[in-house]
């Protein structure tokens, strides 16, 4: 079945970029996703990416995809403690079981 | 915009009662909701599916008698876990999807569901 893979915690400092990376199996996703998830909170859609896209800039986010390799990533630059959240990945419905962001002072 | 609500935001209950979740959809019209469930420090998970109008389309696993689903208007679609049990107390999320280019799911805040 369809799968997505992440790495479970990242810890940067405030100011620096961040990258979080996502792997997954399902090749016919049409779109991949990025939500954020703050502690008592509902998740968030953060940004998305079509799936015949290489990359794409919103503001302080940069997602790549590599198709070939199923990769995903999301780089938040200039990251903030506000930022500390949650991550998840996600192909259509199958969501990776999250990496939690802490940014450290 | 986009605004999905969810009612109760907690739940306690005693075992073998049922339990009610409501899903609000409060400025859009969602064809289709979703229901997860995300058990701690873990990802969510979808239960099942539900169309406006339909019966719900659950994931393999998830027992419909259990998790009983009713999508009776574009705004409005309620889970009612039957019979709750102590494995049952999880955090219940659902989603609604507007009708738009990207198929963007719009995420009510959860609902804790604690069974005693």
């Known amino acids: 079945g369809e799968d997505v893979e992440q790495s479970l915690f990242l810890s940067v400092r405030e100011g620096d970029s961040s990258v979080i990376n996502c792997t997954y199996t399902?090749?016919?996703?049409?779109?991949l996703y990025w939500y954020k998830q703050e502690p008592g909170a509902g998740l968030q859609l953060l940004t998305y990416?079509?799936?015949?896209?290489d990359m794409k800039q919103d503001q302080r986010l940069t997602v790549l995809l590599n198709k070939k390799d199923k990769h995903l990533s999301l780089r938040i630059a200039d990251t903030q403690t506000g930022d500390s959240a949650i991550y998840f990945c996600?192909?259509?419905?199958?969501f990776g079981p999250g990496t939690r962001l802490s940014v450290l002072p | 915009g986009a605004v999905v609500s969810q009612h109760p935001s907690w739940v306690i209950c005693k075992s073998g009662t049922s339990v009610k979740i409501e899903c609000r959809s409060l400025?859009?019209?969602?064809?289709?909701m979703f229901w997860y469930r995300q058990f701690p420090k873990q990802s969510l998970m979808l239960m099942a599916t539900?169309?406006?109008?339909?019966?719900?389309?659950?994931e393999q696993g998830v027992e419909k008698d259990k998790f009983l689903i009713n999508h009776a208007s574009l705004t409005l679609s309620t889970l009612t876990v039957t019979s709750a049990h102590p494995e049952d107390s999880s955090f219940y999320i659902c989603?609604?999807?507007?009708?738009?280019?990207?198929?963007?799911?719009?995420f009510g805040p959860g609902t804790r569901l604690t069974v005693l």
């Open positions: 989603s609604a999807r507007s009708i738009g280019q990207y198929n963007e799911q719009f």
């Open positions: 399902d090749s016919s996703s049409t779109y």
């Open positions: 996600a192909e259509n419905f199958v």
């Open positions: 990416i079509f799936s015949n896209m």
């Open positions: 400025d859009f019209q969602a064809t289709t």
């Open positions: 539900s169309n406006e109008g339909s019966k719900a389309t659950y």
